[in-house]
């Protein structure tokens, strides 16, 4: 019984994204991807979530986000070489502003693991940055560069931290740091060529 080749799992976009078939994007118009991303399945991302201040300027932001700065309406923004693991959850911080309940943008830098399972909260991510498995990241925390997140650790809201540190705990705190050296470890470009409908093995 001949079967036609089941569609692949991955959409890839023109600048190289991979996106499940299974994950979940809503509100897609204001989720921002930098290129070369991988989203696994069953992650959430709520770009429903957005800024509920109006703006004027949605319609020409779409061609020139690229060269300037986003535009308010963006609800989370992903930066290059990130990978979304399976069943991970992005979502904008939100809170009372000028009386009115409004979501805030989650950004995120480049080279950003994040573990399966993980909830994500946060106003900003640096670059570098690996969350393991079963973490939750509270709102508008606050991760800078080169930060390494341990496995079941809970960031609490606002939480700063500073660049170079290991963080763990329930609640979160710094127990080490990134060693000299130990940069190279957060690379992600081999880790995107695993994955997608013609994945290459990862290096031994």
Request: hydrophobic share 35%.
């Amino acid at each position: 019984m001949s079967r036609r080749p089941p569609r692949g799992e991955y959409i890839e976009t023109d600048t190289g994204n991979k996106v499940a078939r299974k994950a979940t994007l809503v509100g897609t118009q204001n989720i921002m991807l930098g290129g070369k991303t991988v989203i696994q399945p069953e992650v959430m991302i709520r770009g429903d979530l957005a800024r509920s201040v109006p703006s004027s300027s949605s319609t020409a932001s779409s061609s020139g986000a690229a060269g300037g700065a986003p535009p308010n309406n963006t609800a989370v923004a992903i930066g290059r070489y990130c990978f979304l693991s399976r069943g991970c959850c992005l979502r904008p911080p939100g809170r009372l502003y000028k009386g009115a309940f409004t979501y805030m943008p989650l950004r995120m830098g480049d080279h950003v693991y994040i573990g399966p399972g993980t909830v994500v909260q946060a106003a900003s991510i640096g670059s570098h940055v690996h969350i393991g498995q079963r973490v939750v990241v509270g709102e508008f925390a606050i991760i800078k560069d080169y930060v390494r997140i341990l496995d079941e650790t809970v960031v609490p809201p606002n939480m700063v931290i500073p660049s170079f540190s290991i963080v763990a705990g329930q609640p979160a705190r710094v127990v080490g740091e990134v060693p000299e050296g130990g940069h190279e470890a957060f690379e992600l470009r081999e880790l995107y060529k695993t994955v997608g409908n013609n994945p290459q093995p990862a290096p031994s």
